[in-house]
């Protein structure tokens, strides 16, 4: 009866091990299995439409009435993504007549903004919004100030483009809606 109380316990202790054994080599793949893992960097860029003015104005002194004076002002994208362009003009007199306006590719809106009517690349430039002013008349101002303010908005809504810049400008808000 002591032989087979021994084997009993023995072969108890075997069925033991293997379970243990087993679970140990379980456990040991379920751990490499959950120490797989691979490393992904998901980077992306926010678009950035910075634009800025360029002009050349060789500042005469004194202005002389009725005559062209040299002031050419396009607005460049320095930022990386396409954009459209509008740009409004203030003077510090209502003397001022703007020379060789360009027509063709530029639209005065209701609202008395000028809009670019073509896509800005990045890096490049719109076509001259004007060449010149005119001071129509004598001022009694020692100085005439031009104010030129620009704005930029993308070509796209998220990855929609829009159809033209009359669209991109009713969404941005505020912008030209004929």
């Known amino acids: 009866m002591r032989k087979k109380k021994i084997m009993a316990v023995a072969a108890g202790l075997l069925c033991g091990t293997i379970a243990v054994i087993s679970a140990v080599s379980g456990t040991a793949s379920a751990t490499a299995y959950m120490s797989d893992y691979a490393d992904v960097n998901n980077q992306f860029v926010i678009g950035n439409n910075t634009t800025g003015v360029d002009e050349e104005f060789p500042t005469p002194t004194p202005v002389p009435p009725g005559e062209n004076v040299v002031k050419k002002v396009k607005v460049t994208n320095q930022g990386n993504v396409p954009c459209y362009i509008r740009v409004a003009l203030s003077y510090s007199e209502d003397l001022i007549a703007l020379d060789g ?17 073509h896509v800005v690349e990045v890096g490049s430039s719109t076509t001259n919004l004007f060449s010149g002013v005119i001071v129509k ?12 303010y620009e704005e930029s908005v993308q070509t796209t809504d998220g990855s929609e483009p829009y159809k033209d810049y009359k669209e991109a400008w009713a969404h941005y808000g505020g912008g030209e809606q004929t």
Not at 104 to 111: F, K, L, Q, S, Y
């Open 101 to 117: 306006l360009d027509t063709e590719n530029w639209e005065v809106g209701e609202d008395g903004y000028y809009y670019y009517k």
């Open 137 to 148: 008349g004598q001022t009694e101002a020692s100085e005439i100030r031009i104010n030129v």
